[in-house]
């Protein structure tokens, strides 16, 4: 039985490293790449551009889901078996609830890399899954010297 990988993905660099570090570590793994929704980024555009509607929100989202979704994907190996999922919710609950739904074995997430008082400000998505999943997690971090990200 291989193993079920999941790599919560957004596009950003830190997405792309963990999941190249997901590819190198598990090559005959099975790869779930999940993007989550989060509804709190609908609530602060409706508050920001008061002209938009719920359904132009939740449809801006979807879209920006799917393209990440579909960018990542192609980024894997062909020799290597991968899904995607697109959920909604607060990134990290869904992750976790996700992981433990879903039989996962290993989550590999990408870190920002927040220090300090930012971190500790602006919560961090990586850690509260390092802290709240059965899973084992593996947190990586972009290569910050690698210009191409």
């Known amino acids: 039985m291989s193993t079920h990988v999941l790599v919560p993905v957004d596009g950003s660099a830190a997405a792309r490293a963990a999941l ?11 790869l779930t790449l999940l993007y989550v929704m989060d509804p709190m980024a609908d609530y602060s555009r409706r508050r920001s551009f008061p ?54 074995d290993q989550v590999v997430i990408g870190s920002h890399g927040r220090e300090s008082i930012a971190r500790f400000l602006l919560g961090s998505v990586a850690e509260a899954v390092v802290r709240r999943s059965v899973a084992p997690v593996t947190v990586v971090r ?8």
């Open 142 to 149: 972009p290569d910050e010297t690698d210009s191409s990200r």
């Open 51 to 104: 002209g938009y509607r719920d359904d132009d929100q939740h449809t801006n989202e979807r879209e920006k889901g799917e393209r990440a979704l579909e960018d990542a994907l192609e980024a894997v190996p062909d020799d290597i078996s991968a899904e995607t999922e697109l959920e909604g919710g607060d990134p990290a609950n869904a992750i976790v609830r996700y992981a433990d739904d879903n039989d996962v």
């Open 20 to 30: 190249e570090h997901a590819c190198e570590q598990f090559p005959d793994g099975h």
